[in-house]
């Protein structure tokens, strides 16, 4: 966990705010919690979408 992920306080607040998708289909292949810090690291940063950590997932999907 990076110095500004959430805390597991902080994701049990915000998880059940999040809309489930109901559709079949493929499985994700990152978490939602990973998705959602990656896009506060970015915003927080102001670095371009390029430079996001791996551990957030690639930048271009």
Known sequence: MGR???TNGQWA????LLPRGIKPGRP??????QLIDGIRWR?????????VPERY???DR
């Open 28 to 33: 994700h292949v990152w978490t939602r919690r």
């Open 13 to 16: 607040r915000l998880e059940p």
């Open 57 to 59: 997932g690639p930048w």
């Open 43 to 51: 915003t927080r940063t102001g670095a371009p979408w390029r430079d």
């Open 4 to 6: 500004g992920d959430l």
